[in-house]
């Protein structure tokens, strides 16, 4: 099994070949595409820390790879309005002059323009923002010229079993280990970054006078004045908020009880997924996708250790009962926590 | 504007009401009946009572279009079964699609795809809640000329649907293209879930012994609850209905530009009201 990798700088290419990553993917983020961000962005990361800052920066890193027969895939995975579409376009133009042929991406409109402009030239991976759910979208997303896929994070194993079966399952791809957000990727509105959770994140992107984020700390600030609580975070479903049942034939309300209850635990960082190896070994998958695009060089080395120890003992046990025992040690054993359903992936 | 740089009006062509049952069929004022699930396939409705509303809307002398959820491949089995039913009754409606295979399947049926929320990005955070700040300003539609053009080319779609945007809506890039546009109100669509919100609730409720798994069964809890997150949002109205989250953000027609004419859908019929009635602030 093949582990993808986020990458964030050149300078982290050899420790991530090292730690055992044989595919990677990265955001190109230049100062023009921080000034005009449509509804999420060139590549759903604003900040700089996310993103390689030039072409030049990307050559570097696939030149690298490609010596040691690694993939390395650019990002260009948001959905796009007119203006951003010509931002994206123009990337992928220059990608292609670099000849750095493969992109994530998820627009409709780009995957037509490019089956349009450049057929069969690049190597084309289906974000998760494309939410792949069942074969007939992936024969659309086929037709477009897209040769891989990657599946949300919320389909089950068997459920992608039935898609792969029309399929090369070599074409598949799953995320395993790190984020994991309760909500659906491609059919979420919510902007990251304005919640309360993302402070931290916030007084890191401000310090790079990036634009949008300091808009995002004005409105903070006004909508806490103004309403004397802290704006909505895509962790609405927590203790900090409450929710009221109502019956809608008659209108009855209910007591309220903590929202946390209708996520049922589900966290979003620490989330793992490494038993389900074990299944996706069965369907034939080979690709596994670790999203850490905004973790530190040090973390996304551990994650990649960690998932490369599961898939290695992958041979030497024989029985999904052993594995899931043996991936639960593993879990405790590099995060000092023990596994809870809660952190599941694919459970 | 026009060719004279003078501000043109946009009008309302027709009016749509989504129902979730036949006895809202007399509560709704529309010239177009909508019904179905957009967000979850385990709402898929049976293929007899469809046909029966179906019947029924035209009977009345109205309009019907189908919503259709994002599906897995065995509800993606349910929709064809119910598309293959629609074809027997000589079905002439719409049908709105929120996925990409589904609307693969209705083509293969030859009946009039219409492109529905889910798949057209619009920015619609609750949060953003001053039309003033610069950021709403920033922040827009998530779709583009390429993207109606593949729909359109492929497909054979000429309407698109979406819902508001947390700010002004401009669409003047795409009123050359000839396509026509409905938009939702008052309810809009923040997020959807597989991990079903309203099921991990009644499993707390109900003190079930499978409470904290498996969150993709049903027990059709959202056929009479829905929640309200209180002080989610202030000053919408954060709610949960089924497997997505809604928030109350009604149209102000003011704020949509470059358009002549859309479609007003609107939904929510019963809990809008229910909503307007109950307490603001509940502490826990």
């Known amino acids: 099994m ?136 992936v024969n659309v997303l086929a037709d477009l010229g897209v040769d891989r896929f990657v599946f949300p994070r919320h389909l ?51 310090i790079n006078g990036f634009f949008p984020m300091r808009s995002l700390l004005n409105m903070r600030k006004k909508y806490a004045e103004k309403y004397k609580t802290s704006p909505l975070g895509c962790n609405m479903l927590s203790d900090e908020f409450s929710c009221s049942p109502i019956n809608i034939l008659n209108g009855e309300q209910g007591a309220p009880e903590t929202a946390a209850r209708m996520k049922q635990g589900h966290r979003f960082i620490l989330s793992c997924g490494l038993c389900a190896l074990w299944d996706f070994r069965e369907i034939g998958i080979t690709s596994l996708k670790i999203p850490n695009r905004s973790e530190p060089t040090r973390i996304k080395i551990h994650q990649i250790k960690l998932v490369a120890e599961a898939v290695k003992h992958l041979k030497n046990i024989d029985s999904r009962n052993k594995y899931e025992v043996f991936c639960k040690d593993l879990y405790r054993r590099y995060l000092g926590e023990s596994c809870n359903h809660s952190y599941c992936y694919y459970g | 504007m026009n060719m004279d740089g003078n501000e043109i009006k946009i009008r309302i062509e027709s009016k749509a009401a989504v129902i979730d049952c036949e006895t809202q069929l007399s509560l709704a004022s529309a010239n177009r009946i909508y019904f179905g699930s957009e967000t979850c396939e385990r709402s898929i409705p049976d293929e007899k009572v469809v046909c029966d509303i179906y019947r029924k809307t035209r009977e009345m002398g109205l309009e019907f279009s189908l919503l259709t959820p994002p599906c897995t491949d065995p509800f993606l089995g349910k929709i064809k079964k119910l598309l293959s039913s629609l074809r027997e009754q000589r079905f002439s409606g719409e049908i709105i699609v929120n996925d990409i295979g589904v609307l693969n399947c209705v083509n293969d049926f030859g009946f009039e795809p219409v492109i529905g929320r889910l798949l057209m990005p619009v920015f619609r ?10 950021l709403v300003h920033r922040y827009g539609v998530g779709f583009n000329r390429h993207t ?54 009644s499993r707390f409720a109900s003190k079930s012994t499978s409470a904290g798994r498996d969150l993709y069964v049903c027990s059709k809890t959202c056929r009479d609850t829905m929640f309200l997150l209180n002080d989610a949002a202030p000053p919408h109205k954060v709610m949960i209905i089924g497997n997505a989250i809604y928030y109350e953000n009604p149209l102000n027609i003011e704020s949509v530009t470059g358009l002549t004419s859309i479609r007003l859908v609107e939904n929510g019929i019963g809990k809008t009201e229910i909503l307007k009635n109950i307490r603001e602030k509940v502490p826990l």
């Open chain 1, 2 to 137: 093949r582990i993808n990798t986020g990458i964030t700088s050149p300078k982290e290419t050899k420790k991530l070949l090292r730690a055992g990553a044989e595919c990677f993917y990265a955001g190109i983020l230049s100062n023009r595409n921080r000034s005009a961000i449509g509804t999420i962005g060139i590549n759903r990361r604003f900040s700089a820390q996310h993103n390689l800052a030039s072409i030049d920066q990307a050559r570097q890193i696939f030149e690298e790879v490609s010596a040691q027969g690694a993939k390395f895939f650019i990002t260009v995975n948001s959905f796009y309005d007119n203006e951003t579409f010509d931002q994206a376009r123009e990337l992928v133009e220059n990608l292609a002059k670099n000849n750095i042929k493969s992109i994530i991406a998820a627009d409709l409109g780009l995957l037509y323009f490019l089956n349009k402009n450049y057929p069969g030239e690049f190597e084309i991976q289906a974000s998760t923002m494309s939410v792949i759910e069942n074969n007939d979208t």
């Open chain 2, 125 to 134: 955070d609750p949060r953003f809640y001053e039309p003033t700040d610069d």
């Open chain 1, 156 to 206: 089950r194993p068997e459920e992608m079993k039935s898609i792969i079966g029309h399929h090369d399952p070599s074409k598949f791809e799953v995320f395993i280990f790190g984020q994991r957000c309760f909500f659906e990727d491609g059919h979420c509105g919510f902007q990251h970054g304005s919640g309360p959770e993302y402070s931290f994140q916030l007084g890191r992107d401000l």
């Open chain 2, 148 to 201: 109606l053009i593949f729909f359109n080319e492929k497909f054979g779609v000429t309407r698109f649907e979406i819902q508001p945007t947390s700010g002004p809506l401009d669409l003047s890039d795409f009123q050359s293209m000839g396509f026509s546009f409905s938009i939702y109100s008052p309810l809009s669509i923040i997020s959807r879930t597989r991990l079903c919100p309203t099921e991990a609730y």
